[in-house]
């Protein structure tokens, strides 16, 4: 149980243009879920926590016009970066907190981004 | 700010050895969580094991055990009888309770496991 869906797990987008990733948790709901980005061998960044039915709280330095987080359902959470550039080029991962047994974050599988 | 430190950038153990990987952490928080996450090469983040702070057991799972040490803020992480599939990146977690509440990632380990 408790398993997060991530779609597409790669894209390969033109500059200029806007790729929406989402996020699905398949068999719980979830009021928040959070996506991150992660440069090659390095950690996780947070960029965002996403919450339903309401504004995503982005971290500092993450432009919320450049990536556009909506949580309509408590089973989507979808991040659009948008107008995208290669310096965009990057894995985003989402995660959602989940009580399912003990307490514990799911992580969906990713999604690489490439940006040409 | 909470913050996580793992301080060794990367690990090798040989096949059926133990491996003890390193993590500190800063909170001023009195219930928390910690966890320890491995990155394979398919990028999929999997959950080794949790520790509840109030719990002063020390949670295992299988070869897997941490020691965690409140006091000090250390939650180091033990492979014993190591696999070839053991071989990661390995993340140290930490989040206080709360439905909001988010994960703070260490550096993370890369782990080479060695014939």
């Known amino acids: 149980g408790a398993v997060v869906s991530q779609h597409p797990s790669w894209v390969i987008c033109k500059s200029g243009t806007s790729v929406k990733i989402e996020c699905r948790s398949l068999?719980?709901?979830?009021?928040?879920m959070f996506w991150y980005r992660q440069f090659p061998k390095q950690s996780l960044m947070l960029m965002a926590t996403?919450?339903?039915?309401?504004?995503?709280?982005?971290e500092q330095g993450v432009e919320k016009d450049k990536f556009l987080i909506n949580h309509a359902s408590l089973t989507l959470s979808t991040l659009t970066v948008t107008s995208a550039h290669p310096e965009d080029s990057s894995f985003y991962i989402c995660?959602?907190?989940?009580?399912?047994?003990?307490?514990?974050?799911?992580f969906g599988s990713g999604t690489r981004l490439t940006v040409v | 700010a909470q913050t996580v430190t793992q301080s060794q950038p990367e690990m090798s153990v040989q096949e059926a050895e133990t491996v003890t990987l390193s993590c500190t952490y800063d909170?001023?928080?009195?219930?928390?969580?910690l966890f320890w996450y491995k990155q394979p090469p398919s990028r999929q983040m999997i959950l080794v094991i949790r520790?509840?702070?109030?719990?002063?057991q020390n949670a295992t799972e299988n070869r897997f055990s941490v020691n965690f040490q409140k006091a000090a803020k250390s939650f180091s992480l033990k492979i014993s009888d190591s696999q070839l599939g053991d071989a990661a990146m390995y993340f140290c977690?930490?989040?206080?309770?709360?439905?909001?509440?988010?994960?703070?990632f260490g550096t993370g380990t890369r782990l080479q496991v060695t014939l």
């Open positions: 995660s959602a907190r989940t009580d399912r047994g003990q307490y514990g974050y799911t």
């Open positions: 909170t001023s928080e009195s219930d928390y969580y």
């Open positions: 520790q509840e702070a109030y719990k002063q």
């Open positions: 977690a930490y989040t206080i309770t709360g439905t909001a509440s988010k994960l703070t």
């Open positions: 068999d719980f709901q979830a009021t928040t």
């Open positions: 996403s919450n339903e039915g309401s504004k995503a709280t982005y």
